[in-house]
């Protein structure tokens, strides 16, 4: 399950580390394909470069992968119950500390790109749609294809992920089980204090 749920945060890079584009100008189905086809190119050229340089593979995710997802969305969904519950300075605090935990997550699943190769499936929307999902599959040679889904929505006329499921399993649903057990053991600051010292941990130097 880890292997792919390596796959599923690598393909979410893939989605939305491209070149500028903007979602308003297409549907969301050949904006995935779009970006997709363009950060593959980059990470072919460059993979060696951002794999000495965490911070500046860190910036390269700040600017191109977060304006393409709807974090407040996405931390909501893995809090669930217990986000009404938590104080605006609480949630303010867990969604800070989850898109930085999924910053450096992505980061590290840049190193597992080894030239897969991503399908595309079928796609049809219906008129006036607002929520859609986007069907893609990871593919490598020996292996079963993976099949990865975009779960997107528009919001004043712009296309963000709020989720992403591999084999059925959802990225967010996947991380509140365990926000949730903390949450009714310990409370709201024992997350927040559990995901900045994670962070804290994952931004430090390697042992040498």
């Known amino acids: 399950m ?12 893939l989605l939305v580390s491209a070149a500028p584009v903007r ?29 000495n340089d965490k911070q500046k593979l860190y910036a390269l995710i700040d ?6 997802f709807d974090f407040d969305q996405m931390t909501r969904l893995a809090v669930g119950r217990f986000w009404n519950t938590a104080t605006p300075a609480q949630q303010q605090a867990l969604i800070k500390q989850f898109r930085i935990l999924l910053v450096r ?10 030239n897969q190769v991503i399908e595309f499936k079928p796609f049809s ?3 006036g749609a607002t929520d859609v999902t986007v ?3 990871v593919k490598q040679p020996g292996q ?30 996947n991380y509140r ?15 927040i204090q559990t995901l900045t010292a994670r962070n804290a941990q994952n931004d430090a130097p390697a042992p040498k």
């Open 177 to 191: 089980g365990s926000f949730g057990s903390e949450i009714h053991q310990k409370g709201v600051n024992s997350l």
């Open 144 to 173: 079963q294809p993976i099949p990865i889904n975009y779960s997107m929505k528009q919001e004043q006329g712009e296309w963000k992920v709020y989720d992403v499921s591999i084999d059925g399993v959802s990225l967010v649903l």
């Open 2 to 13: 880890l292997k792919k749920f390596n796959y599923l945060l690598l393909s979410m890079v």
């Open 105 to 114: 997550t992505y980061a590290g699943a840049l190193a597992a790109f080894n």
């Open 135 to 137: 069907d893609t599959q």
């Open 23 to 51: 979602a308003t100008e297409m549907p969301p189905d050949v904006l995935v394909k779009t970006t997709t086809e363009e950060v593959t190119t980059i990470l072919k050229k460059d993979k060696n470069e951002f794999a």
């Open 125 to 127: 929307m219906p008129s």
């Open 63 to 68: 600017a191109k992968v977060l304006p393409h």
